[in-house]
């Protein structure tokens, strides 16, 4: 738990002003690195053993952090992003929101009532060639949407003994992970994206849980029928157990005019196809099929690839802009600020819950 | 409804005996070039205006023909397969068999009863590469089979007045296409694609049926959840308005050791993947990772590509062995005969059976 | 050497008029089935053991073909063209045209004087997207040509000892090959496409030829500069040792407002930019990009692939339009028969010879 | 000219031991934020007004700074190499290395001289396959090299009016970006990757300049036969006028067993093929066939892309390593060190010196 700086100048053009100084930003949580506290002294400035003492220590000083990102196991973000909003810090906290939806719904009620900043870590959703895929959607290039299919498919699984791996045995923790392993880790990404490129929200689901190879305390396949808004019918799968697949997140929108297809393995491309014409093959970089929505998150020059690091890097660029309006009082605009917020992520649990309920009903359709 | 020749020479090495002549070939339907007597009389040595009297008039004459393929609607495949077989004449007839069940089994009786070679025309399963394909999961080389994804996604049907045009319209005509359109016609290729390659009946399933874009009589898009033998778990999804994919057959089995990839829209290349090894693509040709039973089927040299008509000639070069084999008496290797059996044309048809069964039961699980 | 018919019904839309009966091809030379006469006589009605003779015979028939296909090794293509000619016979002769330029133009010669229709087996110029790409230079949308890339990479010699196998000796000895293996072989199909899509003629060329790995009389890989008219600069590649190359016939052209990509190995797709644009990616079928020039060499469906035998397929319909518009007196459009002429055979013949002498003059400019 | 912080803790497993305290960069030019005075200062801790000034002050602090990056234009790397080698301050310099080859030589000889750590900006040599690659070709395992083929294709320059834009009219003055631009600009990228992987110096070469589009003052596109140790044939290419081509560095390396195939476009495959097996895709990330020397340089799990920002940040790893190994008297494997050398610096310039030399004699062989 310790203090980074976010950039002075987010080196964005046009109306963005300067900030009168550098953002800090408390890192609470952050893996291996974290395990204790003397690691943490020596990497850090300051240390802390609680949310608790953390968030009222550094609301005093003057140097105090204006933000945390919280990257703890699932079961404690609700405890975790509480303390930090209530301290006035504002908050990055990673996916999935929480473990119960009741949770979730508080820190919605939370940011709503402190004004607080609030980002969810939906890094997908942040990859320029995905902000040109929800422009066209929302442009009307593919029409009416018919039909929504995603899926996230992996295949580190796939050994019979992975799951007693030190760093997998807590994903499979009911304790730790929640009532979903696959669902929550994978699925709701590709929920998220779904929703987030097509701009309409998952309505219904049913769900079956699967465990594909050696047994385990919770699933590691997913398989669903969806509806979005309007009666969208859709697929969305998840499983880690697909051999030949690293990060098979895909997804594909077909509508009355066209169709939008994206593989998180091919990440900086985009398939549209308009009707009747010839595939388009949009590629990360400026102009060529690229809008200034888009191309706003890009650092390197076309031909010269991005990956997921710019992608996290769009999302924390875009929450840092959020804070810094906050604090500065200026004006960015809206669309600039199009980092998942808090209630996509509890879009996110409610998820999870409808496809425990789903499963445990026998795969019956059951309603966000 | 004509004669043709089926080659005397069947240009396979090894032990396949010459036959003593050429084979003949009826055809029976035929689409638009049969509409008319007239322009079949002026196409075929003799022409016939039924089932009955061709299968009469051929059987009786010592040039008779050997076989016969019926490319009707599906209507009446019974009716002209059940002709031709109780005259002595073997059968290649197009998929799917017949609109009802009780057809079906009634071909699956005539054929076991008559002794007549009788082939269905899922040409999907005689691609090389797809024997290929079926080679590795029976040799093991993907382990023990955990889930098997496969799907048809086309999208001709994508404009919003196509289902009025000529060659449409029957497709979606309950009396002339039996109670589905979409996964009679597309869906069958996948669900036999599948069992074909994965050995693994279908035992169950789920289906929801939908009508996408313009409203139509049947459905033009199915999402299923399935269960094969071993309670193996899996999807099938097929659609013809998904644009920007023309023959988007594409099946994934993945396996506790490994996975197979295919696509016919790149029908050469096989992908598959031993779980901790580099990804291996197969290409059509020979040696290079294709096996004898594979490399039987190709035409042209390594580099020079193949397509669905050759992947059809496969089908008529093992229905014509197994013609040439009951007629002459010789003996012909079992695996050189993988054509899709009356068997698999009756699963076919207990595969829509149901999944019409489990539409109408609102999505329940339905065994075949 | 035998008979065999050309369709009597081209399947051609429009105003292509019925021929009055079949036409009838006779074969010359034709691989391993015709080396001998005791196969050739059991496979076809008639059998001779001269080019003379097969043509005095033919022509003094009243059934008598109305042209050959003339697939014998390069060294007689000249003596059996020039027979069969000259005896009123159509011809379709496999390329090179020759060994020496001086019997590619005396061929020239004849074909001119005769009147007769002569075809040259570049099949790869009658893949429908080729077609597409031809037209696409030919409407500017690509701009002005500024650089030409053609390559050809295969891989089958690659093993030590393959130049010691019966079905590749042939092809290194200069008595047979001529005086080049790789560019006659498959240079000569690079230095065509080249030409035929882009439009452009290729004026100047230096060479080097190159033997890579076991010692071989020819050489088995050739790389070049290229000029062709308007002094647009380029290369040409050929070689026959690139593991993991199968049929990497791959051709680029770049102008001042576009490009265009084409490989074999993915032969139904051709990628087309307009710069500014996402890339294009057009797929052989109907519609969607492809023009009526096209369209008219597609037998099936979008999505159900063709390959090489099609495209060979498309070679002799276009022939054999020819051969019956000049024995029935119809006509043709001309831009329906643009299969490769005896012009562009001849073509190929200089290209080598230009090739060898630059090879021999230390790789300098030469012309052709 | 500023001062960031290098990494205290590098982040290695193993041996490589813990700085007794964080390394100090400056930063020597940087594009258009170092324009001014004014924007530097607000940016950075100390700030100077040339090469010899910094170096000098920089020298005398005791918080002065272990290394720099120099980030100038070509025409004054070596003034500023020089001082800075010559104060003791370690060099990472953008390459080319230098405009002249006495130059270039000079810097080798301080280098040697000083026993300064000096590393050139060849960061595509740093992504984890193409490391894959190297240690491929090392192993034996694609056999003997045959052939080398590697070319860069970018399509930026199309747009006629171009060359008039500020950020591209330094590109194309000789006085600055010396007698070249393409070649120096990105053919020095394809002509250190084919080195690097191969293991092999490039000997010998032959090269055309030319201008295609728009008049410029230098070459847009260069075409090159090359020959490298143990006479291996080659080509190599560059140009800015590919449209549909945004960073296509494709290199591919030809053996007596197999080859090797990569793309920048495609930058995390490697497409690695053993004569008479199936093709195999090596996708970056922990295993699957990727060993620890590429391995010690991923960042994120398999399945979450990395880019250039990635390699780049291998390349200062690398350097930073040799820089801490040199001052704190510890070792670090030699292997670990992959950065490229100031010889190899020194080989580019020798490259485009090569080049120039041969366009200038019509295109004749030029030893290096």
């Known amino acids: 738990m310790a203090e980074r700086l976010l950039p002075e100048n987010l080196n964005f053009d046009g109306p963005f002003p300067r900030l009168s100084r550098r953002l800090r930003l408390g890192v609470v949580g952050g893996g291996r690195i974290s395990v204790t506290?003397?690691?943490?002294?020596?990497?850090?400035?300051?240390?802390?053993?609680?949310?608790e003492e953390m968030a009222q220590a550094e609301a005093a000083r003057t140097d105090g952090v204006d933000a945390v990102m919280i990257t703890?196991?699932?079961?404690?973000?609700?405890?975790?992003?509480?303390?930090?909003?209530?301290?006035?810090?504002?908050?990055?906290c990673d996916k999935p929101l929480t473990n119960e939806v009741a949770e979730a719904e508080g820190l919605e009620e939370i940011a709503a009532r402190t004004g607080q900043v609030f980002a969810v870590g939906?890094?997908?959703?942040?990859?320029?060639?995905?902000?040109?895929?929800?422009?066209?959607?929302?442009?009307?290039?593919?029409?009416?949407?018919?039909?929504?299919?995603?899926?996230?498919?992996?295949?580190?699984?796939?050994?019979?003994?992975?799951?007693?791996?030190?760093?997998?045995?807590?994903r499979l923790d009911p304790?730790?992970?929640?009532?979903?392993?696959?669902?929550?880790?994978?699925?709701?990404?590709?929920?998220?994206?779904?929703s987030f490129v097509s701009g309409l929200p998952l309505t219904d689901l049913r769900a079956e849980f699967h465990v594909c190879g050696a047994p385990k305390p919770l699933e590691d396949t997913v398989l669903m029928f969806t509806r979005y808004q309007n009666e969208v019918?859709?697929?969305?799968?998840?499983?880690?157990?697909?051999?030949?697949?690293r990060g098979g997140l895909r997804l594909r929108i077909f509508g009355s005019e066209g169709g939008l297809e994206w593989d998180l393995e091919n990440s900086e491309q985009l398939k549209f196809n308009r009707f009747g014409e010839?595939?388009?093959?949009?590629?990360?970089?400026?102009?060529?099929g690229m809008g200034p929505g888009a191309e706003r998150l890009i650092r390197t020059a076309r031909g010269f690839p991005e990956g997921i690091i710019e992608a996290w890097a769009n999302l924390y660029t875009e929450f840092a802009m959020a804070v810094a309006a906050r604090r500065d009082g200026v004006?960015?605009?809206?669309?600039?600020?199009?980092?998942?917020?808090?209630?996509?992520?509890?879009?996110?649990?409610?998820?999870?819950?409808?496809?425990?309920?789903?499963?445990?009903?026998?795969?019956?359709?059951v309603t966000l």
Chains 1, 2, 3, 4 share one sequence.
Not at 122 to 141: H, L, T
Not at 175 to 194: N, Q
Not at 233 to 245: E, I, K, Q, V
Not at 278 to 288: A, M
Request: glycine share 10%; hydrophobic share 40%; proline share 6%.
């Open 175 to 194: 304790k730790i992970s929640g009532p979903t392993s696959c669902v929550g880790d994978i699925g709701t990404h590709a929920a998220h994206l779904a």
């Open 122 to 170: 939906y890094a997908m959703s942040c990859f320029p060639v995905i902000r040109q895929a929800k422009q066209i959607v929302a442009d009307g290039a593919i029409g009416k949407i018919n039909q929504i299919h995603v899926e996230f498919m992996q295949d580190w699984m796939t050994p019979e003994d992975v799951a007693d791996a030190p760093h997998v045995k807590w």
């Open 72 to 92: 703890t196991p699932n079961h404690v973000h609700f405890e975790g992003s509480k303390a930090f909003m209530e301290a006035g810090i504002d908050v990055l």
């Open 233 to 245: 019918p859709g697929t969305l799968m998840a499983t880690r157990l697909a051999p030949g697949n």
């Open 331 to 365: 004006t960015v605009p809206t669309d600039w600020l199009a980092y998942p917020s808090v209630e996509q992520g509890a879009d996110g649990v409610r998820f999870i819950d409808a496809s425990v309920r789903s499963h445990q009903s026998g795969g019956g359709w």
């Open 37 to 51: 506290q003397a690691t943490a002294a020596r990497m850090t400035d300051r240390c802390y053993a609680s949310f």
């Open 278 to 288: 010839p595939d388009r093959i949009i590629s990360r970089g400026h102009g060529h």
